[in-house]
Every structure is written in structure tokens, then in C-alpha cells.
T-cell receptor, first 110, second 114 residues
């Protein structure tokens, strides 16, 4: 099944720095989503970017999508301890399913 | 506003036992799905439903049954538990077809099969 793959698998940065994580996928898509998962909790939706959009912002989050390279990036600016979590990209598979990558584990060091 | 509610939060089963994981949503969402999450494997889709009375298989359906008699509820049944089913199970719902709409997740059921 189609699946996005996040890179890096793990990332540690100092509080206040920016964090960038990437997602690559295999086939054409009409949208891509990013989710956050705090330890022991369910996933929380962050942003959905459509294939005709190159960039989207939400607060301190910026997502880009490059359909020619089949890749997306999630940038978190001015990181905070509360941003410590795992981040997943998700891509549609068929009309009714969403497939997830294995995630990037982000640790913010106070 | 409860969102997606999963019960129980934790469960320990012996091999061969059966059980039902409950999932309910109060957002009137048509689409519901079950995922399992294992270390290093990401989330894998077990079963999904596009509306009451309609279910279909995902990526890893073997050993699990589902039904959707109401819009609100989407229980997942383990027929004869196996150690390979030790995992964290998440239920999710979305307002529109799943590939085109944000998913709302429950907080998961952590299942251990001994």
C-alpha cells in the first residue's frame, strides 16, 4: 500500500530552535496530512495541504508540498517543550483510506 | 464535546480469548476506521466503514471483525486473540471520505495478549 515515509526518524533540538521534518511518498496524491501524537495519546490533526497548494501555515507550523518531488516538509518554528511528540504524514490510498508513515520523534530540550 | 471515545484503555487477554473494543463518536461522522500501532510500523488500517451498514477491509484485517449498526458506534472484535495482536488500537472518524478529510482519533486501547 502507498505510504509516506518521514525523515529523520528522530530529532532533538534546543527549545527556541526550528524543527524540520520531511515526508516522501510514492504515487500521485490529491492531498497530504500531518498529525502529531503525544506520548500515550491518539493522533491529532495538524494540517491538510492539497496538491494545488505549495505552502500552508497554521500558527508556528509551516507545511510545504512539492508534487514534482513527491515530498512534503513540516517546519515548526520557535519550538517549545510542549512540541515534544511524534509527527506523522498521511496520504490517501484509494478513495476511502489514509495511510501513515512511521513518524518522526521530536524531542525539545529545555 | 467528547469526540471519539474508546473503551477500555487497557486490556490483557490470554491466547484464544475473544473481546470487543468499543468505539463511539458524537460528531455524526460517516467515516470510521480502526488502526493498530506497533513500534516501528506506524499505523496500519484494520477495517473501515463509510457509513452505517457498510464496512470494508484495510491492510491487516485477519483476526478482526467489525460491524456498523449505527452512525455513532464502530466496535472491533477479536475473535481468538493471539500474541501477534498485542498492540495499541486506535479508532478514528472523519466527516468526509477518509482520504480527503482530517481524522479525529480516540486515545487508544493498549492490548496485551499473553
Amino acid at each position: 500500500s502507498q505510504q509516506g515515509e518521514e525523515d529523520p526518524q528522530a530529532l532533538s533540538i534546543q527549545e527556541g530552535e526550528n524543527a524540520t521534518m520531511n515526508c516522501s511518498y510514492k504515487t500521485s496524491i490529491n492531498n497530504l496530512q500531518w498529525y502529531r501524537q503525544n506520548s500515550g495519546r491518539g493522533l491529532v490533526h495538524l494540517i491538510l495541504i492539497r496538491s494545488n497548494e505549495r505552502e500552508k501555515h497554521s500558527g508556528r507550523l509551516r507545511v510545504t508540498l512539492d508534487t514534482s518531488k513527491k515530498s512534503s516538509s513540516l517546519l515548526i518554528t520557535a519550538s517549545r517543550a510542549a512540541d515534544t511528540a511524534s509527527y506523522f504524514c498521511a496520504t490517501p490510498f484509494g478513495n476511502e483510506k489514509l495511510t501513515f508513515g512511521t513518524g518522526t520523534r521530536l524531542t525539545i530540550i529545555p | 464535546n467528547a469526540g471519539v471515545t474508546q473503551t477500555p484503555k487497557f486490556q490483557v487477554l490470554k491466547t484464544g480469548q475473544s473481546m470487543t473494543l468499543q468505539c463511539a463518536q458524537d460528531m455524526n461522522h460517516e467515516y470510521m476506521s480502526w488502526y493498530r500501532q506497533d513500534p516501528g510500523m506506524g499505523l496500519r488500517l484494520i477495517h473501515y466503514s463509510v457509513g452505517a451498514g457498510i464496512t470494508d477491509q484495510g491492510e491487516v484485517p485477519n483476526g478482526y471483525n467489525v460491524s456498523r449498526s449505527t452512525t455513532e458506534d464502530f466496535p472491533l472484535r477479536l475473535l481468538s486473540a493471539a500474541p501477534s495482536q498485542t498492540s495499541v488500537y486506535f479508532c478514528a472518524s472523519s466527516a468526509h471520505r477518509e482520504g480527503d478529510s482530517p481524522l479525529h482519533f480516540g486515545n487508544g486501547t493498549r492490548l496485551t495478549v499473553t
